[in-house]
């Protein structure tokens, strides 16, 4: 929003004068959702790092492999948690340019980003916006729009890209999160993550870090161990992450498959490795064939917690 004038999406609680992580990044796509602060906020961020500019489009990027690949799974249903200010190639566009009737709820516990997800999405049936923390499962998966747009007893794709490493908390804590999200999910289900990590602490991590603490969201910044471990140790990565995302972890995990499943039945995805479940529901991709290095099938019914090293 180039204006200093509050638009109408922009509730009267909210303070534009201090800088927001999902109007910066808005800023780094090039969107025009944010204001002075931000714009500030932003630039200072990429005078220590120019390449979170490009880790934000490669992001982008892989959100939406990551939903064509849930499309090409045959998920017809997306819940897109810190889901950011709506911009080109949302979640739903994609997902209603393959089926109309695909159902999407995004969340999010900026009212900013939730006051426009909602204008934009006015007219549309299929798809809502909430304002939640997506710590608070039980609120979530409670909430009247929830109940009224996924059916947990069908696959749906659970996505978490680029919002983790705004979350507080052990890696524990967020894995007995992710747990209790994905616990109602049926086999076939997806946990899509894409994390920034953190390998080891440098100054320019500590200058994005100090400025970031200025937003009502610090950054949380993650080991690729811990990282892996949120998805309940069935990690697989996205081998076609953009070398702008090497700071990043980007991939997901597979809702596991029921006993009956036929390992040697199994395939990775194009972009992220990922095993589909073996459901006669569910089309093959044949682009998603023959992708060396998927894991072996885990046997267990629901995803269990890991608070540990992958
Ligand atoms: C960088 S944006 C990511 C947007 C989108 N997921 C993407 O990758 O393009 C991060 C978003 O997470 C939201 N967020 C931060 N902490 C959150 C939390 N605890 N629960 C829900 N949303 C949160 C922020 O408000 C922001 O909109």
Do not use: C
Not at 59 to 79: M, S, W
Not at 193 to 209: C, F
């Amino acid at each position: 929003m180039v204006s200093a004038e509050r638009a109408s999406w922009v509730p009267d609680s909210v303070d534009m004068s201090r800088p927001n992580a999902a109007r910066m990044y808005d800023f780094f796509l090039g969107g025009a959702h944010n204001f002075e602060a931000d714009r500030q906020a932003a630039q200072a961020v990429l005078a220590v790092a120019p390449e979170v500019q490009d880790a934000a489009r490669a992001n982008r990027q892989f959100l939406r492999r990551a939903v064509r690949y849930a499309l090409g799974r045959g998920i017809r249903q997306f819940l897109d948690l810190g889901s950011g200010i709506p911009t080109v190639g949302n979640v739903h566009k994609i997902a209603h340019a393959a089926d109309p009737q695909t159902r999407v709820l995004y969340v999010d516990t900026d009212p900013v980003v939730v006051g426009h997800a909602r204008a934009l999405l006015a007219a549309t049936d299929t798809a809502a916006a909430i304002e939640a923390d997506l710590r608070d499962v039980a609120g979530i998966l409670g909430h009247e729009q929830t109940r009224r747009l996924i059916d947990f007893d069908r696959s749906v794709a659970v996505l978490l890209v680029s919002v983790l490493h705004f979350v507080p908390g052990s890696a524990g804590d967020l894995a007995g999160v992710l747990w209790e999200l994905m616990r109602p999910a049926a086999p076939g289900s997806l946990l899509v993550i894409s994390h920034a990590s953190e390998v080891a602490a440098t100054e320019q991590t500590e200058a994005v870090r100090l400025l970031y603490g200025r937003t009502p969201t610090p950054l949380h910044l993650r080991s690729p161990a811990e990282i892996r471990a949120l998805s309940g140790g069935s990690w697989s990565p996205d081998k076609a992450a953009s070398p702008f995302l090497t700071g990043f972890l980007a991939g997901a995990a597979h809702q596991p498959a029921p006993p009956s499943v036929d390992a040697a039945s199994t395939t990775g995805a194009v972009s992220a490795g990922l095993r589909p479940r073996n459901n006669a529901r569910f089309s093959d991709n044949s682009r998603a064939r023959g992708v060396p290095g998927t894991p072996a099938v885990r046997r267990e019914s629901r995803m269990a917690p890991t608070t540990g090293r992958s």
